[in-house]
């Protein structure tokens, strides 16, 4: 969905698509990295784990706002450096590279912004979600790998049904707030649901956005 959304900032090209890539291994990578820390110091992963994935989902929605401004942000830089360069009494095509190196550099800072910060969200969520499970040192290899291969198959599904159900017919920003909706439900449910002691005012807190994804 983000790269169907990106597609008129980054482009289809093979640029666009190494922009939005670096993002999203970016993101992955910091999220991995803080969540493993995290893991290792919190008392209830389980709870933390939530919260991430709530604050991801949050992201993701967001991010819809976030590639809305793109253009104008990317425009106005490049304006801006043309202008000084103009403004220095440069050559036309020194003005001309200028506006473009500008450009461009506006271009990869917002798709980064759009993509990483939920990516560092919901990678971060995973070492919690190993923690949370592992009840002992003997079962954290057993962990890992059920929560790899959860995770995989839901990989697989949210792309097949991104890629040929919503987003033929929703379109992009329709099915990113539509997926961070789904991940904040999720959140909540998990507040929920964790062993006590748990308070009703997270899960609530967490289910108020909800309410503000159904106007339409």
């Known amino acids: 969905a983000w790269f169907r959304l990106l597609e008129p ?5 093979v640029f666009g698509f190494a922009i939005l890539l670096g993002a999203v291994l970016l993101g992955t990578a910091l999220g991995g990295a803080l969540g493993g820390r995290l893991a290792d110091r919190v008392r209830r ?3 933390a784990m939530a919260w991430a994935l709530a604050l991801g989902s949050a992201l993701v929605v967001l991010s819809v706002w976030t590639a809305g401004a793109l253009p104008w942000f990317s425009l106005r830089e490049g304006s801006s450096a043309a202008a000084t360069a103009k403004g220095a009494n440069q050559s036309w095509s020194a003005i001309r590279e200028a506006g473009f190196d500008a ?19 919901f990678a971060a969520a995973y070492p919690l979600a190993v923690r949370a499970r592992s009840i002992s040192a003997s079962s954290a290899a057993g962990s890992v790998g059920s929560l790899y291969a959860w995770n995989t198959a839901g990989n697989v599904v949210g ?12 379109g992009g920003p329709r099915t990113l707030a539509t997926l961070g909706g789904l991940g904040i439900a999720a959140a909540s449910a998990l507040v929920l649901l964790a062993p006590r002691p748990r308070s009703l005012v997270p899960a609530v807190v967490l289910a108020l956005p909800l309410v503000l994804l159904a106007i339409p």
């Not at 900032?9 to 090209?13: D, P, R, V």
């Not at 450009?103 to 969200?121: D, M, N, Q, S, W």
């Not at 792309?159 to 929703?170: E, M, R, V």
Request: charged share 10%; with cysteine.
């Open 9 to 13: 900032i980054t482009g289809i090209h």
């Open 45 to 47: 992963p389980d709870l």
């Open 103 to 121: 450009l461009r550099t506006a271009r990869i800072v917002g798709a980064f912004l759009c993509i990483a910060p939920p990516l560092v969200a």
């Open 159 to 170: 792309s097949l049904l991104g890629g040929f159900l919503l987003l033929p017919g929703i």
